[in-house]
């Protein structure tokens, strides 16, 4: 067990994670009692500079010490706080890196997309090339992640124009799947109760046709529309089709048009052909791994032939664009699994691929029994990733998005790749906070994109579909008020 020990408070969560980089999943206690490790940090300032001293005690006797002082910079509170912040957090990877005697494939970079931080750096003003060099020297990211930011920074061009506020995207959630994962965090409604999807229906095409009249009365136009989950094709074909009936006819023609069919156990033969007669130009089937003890494992309730099954009738049915979701670091799996999941993808012809890197997130069912699942290595983990990569770019793909989460193994990240042309709109929006989004149904979490004050702000819908169901009018009045654009 290990505490973090701050005298400034709005700080102890980034340097929670920077400690997380070498505590790994060892439970962080809120007090130095029966701790092993105590990270101490003290910021103040000095000398017209800020000085930040960071401190390891191990069994009470000081095992580590660093200091580093900077300019105080920064123009208005966000500013300061962003710089002051970065220091910090610098100091105490430094210090824990001499300790430990290894930095980390993406140094100290944490709680901020590699992608943002260029964006912030140019803001800053510096060129691409000197952002990435700052990130080598300064946050100590490896020249492999660098290469890999250069090549999404590429890929990127063309697909938004930084500041545009005339249109949006946006995010329908359907929050229920027919089991839950084992290493899910979304809080996601068993499928089961017919009256709840119908009910959920109901509500969603009535949010959907409220906030589309009020955006269109906003003058924003619709850039592309994302469904997500959960697992959408869980409400059924009839009610998805409602939803999708609501959305055509509210949002009209949009530039790109995404629905995860996640779990094939959850699609038809008819399935694919209402997506696409009701204007679906993406989908997204999500295997994860082709091993079907794996499969198990994970408390999936297909086999790998029902994912074959459910991309052929993806084909079949002309959908343009096939996005398929894959996951390395997955208990019980070793390089070979992962390269048999490879070669099992590579026999279909799809045009996104997603590799995640798997996440032990707090509230999982893997987290509560992780004693009870052998994960593979950190190094596993980068071996795996680095296959991938290779039969993604063997096979024709680009990397295009990436984000890093919490608790990962080996600290990795999540890549999305695409054929030429195939990249994802909306996952780049999204990702590199280009538009605002308008999320509709539970759970979803719209974004308000401030681009002259380089901020923007969320607004979160109800996770809970019963406490959603109840709370209609408040959240509509709530996300009026959020979208409305001063005249
Ligand atoms: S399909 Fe996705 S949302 Fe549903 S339980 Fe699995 S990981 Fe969670």
Redo the contacts with the bound molecule.
Sequence with gaps: MFCVDTNVALYYKDLLDVANLYFGLEEASLTPEGCQFIVEHRCVQEDGQWVQRCRLLRGGETAAQGERRDPIKGDGVVQLNRFRRRYAKLCLYEMLKNYFGYGQLWGGLTGIRPTKLVRQLEWEGMSFDQALDYMNRVFDVSPEKLALVRRIHSAQQGIYQWGDDSCFDVYVGIPF?R???L??S?F?AAAGKESLLEEYTDALCREIGEMGRHMAGQGKRVRTIYMG???PTALGDARLERVLAAVNETFGRVREFTVEA??PDTVTPNTFPMLRRMGVDRVSI?PQTMNARTLQVIGRDHTPQDIVRAYGWARQAGIPSVNMDMIVGLPGETPDDVADTLRELEKMEIDNLTVHTLAIKRSSKLHERLKDYALPSGEDAVRMLEAAESSAVARGMEPYYMYRQKYMRGNLENVGYALPGKACVYNVDMMEETHSILGLGAGSMSKRMFFEREFHSRLAAPKDVATYLHSQEQLLREKKEFFTWAE
């Design positions: 799947c089991t839950r994962c290493y899910c979304f996601s989950g959960g697992t996640g779990r999500n």
